[in-house]
């Protein structure tokens, strides 16, 4: 049973540049969150799906950020024009309602 | 807007000897989850203890245990015989509802070192 899978683990890129982030969930997982960890901090959650639909977006999510899981499978984060800000850890997780949230090892984001 | 406080950013241990990692909370909710969830450097989020605010009876996981509190809006777990591998980044979560799968609210987490 393969868990929570995230793409690219790092990366690293140039301010104004986009990026998109890949989550494969767990299978049969409904649910699928995006949190944002920067260091000495706790997870911050992003947005979160059930299916394909988007059922809350935290108001930390900028117009530049935008997700979606068109079939209700994996997910795709793209960030747009990026900032030094948005550098932090990525992090993905999938459930099934009402059952534990468990999460993928993050994707790291530089921007230089 | 529910909180999670972790006031404690550090802690040590000598291993095999026992910790408790403190945590409270502040919701309005009735129904409600909290968790104990560990980060160690590889920085995969895994889950050590989830609690029903319903139940009272506190939840345990081998060396793992919590102390819930639900009047004081305390959550504290106990790690006994503490290893060198509980050596990490602890967090304590919330979560609204009764399936303990809505979105998590972290507090700000705490280092736990272990001395060998």
């Known amino acids: 049973d393969t868990g929570v899978s995230q793409d690219p683990r790092h990366k690293i890129t140039k301010r104004g540049q986009n990026v998109t982030f890949r989550c494969d969930p767990i299978?049969?997982?409904?649910?699928l969150y995006w949190y944002r960890q920067t260091l000495g901090q706790g997870p911050e959650f992003l947005t979160y799906?059930?299916?394909?639909?988007?059922?809350?977006k935290s108001r930390l999510l900028s117009d530049r950020f935008s997700a979606e899981r068109p079939k209700g499978s994996f997910s795709t984060l793209e960030i747009q024009r990026t900032e030094q800000g948005d550098s932090a850890m990525y992090l993905c997780?999938?459930?099934?309602?009402?059952?534990?949230?468990?999460f993928g090892e993050g994707s790291w984001l530089t921007v230089v | 807007a529910q909180t999670v406080t972790q006031s404690q950013p550090e802690m040590s241990v000598q291993e095999a000897e026992t910790v408790t990692l403190s945590c409270t909370y502040d919701?309005?909710?009735?129904?409600?989850?909290l968790f104990w969830y560990k980060q160690p450097p590889s920085r995969q989020m895994i889950l050590v203890i989830r609690?029903?605010?319903?139940?009272?009876q506190n939840a345990t996981e081998n060396r793992f245990s919590v102390n819930f509190q639900k009047a004081a809006k305390s959550f504290s777990l106990k790690i006994s015989d503490s290893q060198l591998g509980d050596a990490a980044m602890y967090f304590c979560?919330?979560?609204?509802?009764?399936?303990?799968?809505?979105?998590?609210?972290f507090g700000k987490g705490m280092k736990l070192t272990v001395n060998p």
């Open positions: 799906f059930q299916n394909e639909a988007q059922l809350e």
């Open positions: 609690q029903e605010a319903y139940k009272q």
């Open positions: 919701t309005s909710e009735s129904d409600y989850y």
């Open positions: 997780a999938s459930s099934f309602t009402g059952n534990t949230i468990y």
């Open positions: 979560a919330y979560a609204k509802g009764r399936g303990g799968s809505e979105k998590l609210v």
């Open positions: 299978s049969e997982h409904n649910r």
